[in-house]
C-alpha cells in the first residue's frame, strides 16, 4: 500500500506561482507513474499532469500546459507540480494518485492510490 501526503497548497493572486509536493510511503515508489488531478467546488476531478516511472516523460491537460511543470525525485519519493501564471480557474483542491500503467494515464479509474489533496486558491 501506498501513503501520498500533499502539501504546498494557499491562497495566491492572479499570476503567481505555487509549487505542491506530494510525499510517498513505501519503497515502491519509482514503480509508479505518478499524476495530479484537481477538483474545483461542483465540478468533477479532472487530470492535470502525469510523469512516467523514471520522470522521463511528462504529460499535460491542455489547460495548463505551458504553465504547470510535473517533475518528480524517486530518491526523495516525491513527486511536485510547478505552477506558474496561476489563474482564478486553477482554484481547486489538488490531489497526487499512483498508477501502475505506462502512457500517461489521465482516467480517475487508471490510479490505485490518492492522496487527501491541497487546496490552492486564486484571487484575481
Known amino acids: 500500500q501506498v501513503q501520498l501526503v500533499e502539501s504546498g497548497g494557499g491562497l495566491v493572486q492572479a499570476g503567481g506561482s505555487l509549487r505542491l509536493s506530494c510525499a510517498a510511503s513505501g519503497r515502491t515508489f519509482s514503480g509508479y507513474t505518478m499524476g495530479w488531478f484537481r477538483q474545483a467546488p461542483g465540478k468533477e476531478r479532472e487530470f492535470v499532469a502525469a510523469?512516467?516511472?523514471?520522470?522521463?516523460?511528462?504529460y499535460y491537460a491542455d489547460s495548463v500546459k505551458g504553465r504547470f511543470s510535473i517533475s518528480r525525485d524517486n530518491a526523495k519519493i516525491t513527486v511536485y507540480l510547478q505552477m506558474n501564471s496561476l489563474n482564478p480557474g486553477d482554484t481547486a483542491v489538488y490531489y497526487c494518485?499512483?498508477?501502475?500503467?505506462?502512457?500517461?494515464?489521465?482516467?480517475?479509474?487508471?490510479?490505485?492510490?490518492w492522496g487527501q489533496g491541497t487546496q490552492v486558491t486564486v484571487s484575481s
Open positions: 494518485a499512483t498508477s501502475i500503467r505506462l502512457g500517461g494515464p489521465k482516467k480517475l479509474n487508471e490510479y490505485d492510490y
Open positions: 510523469i512516467s516511472r523514471n520522470g522521463g516523460y511528462t
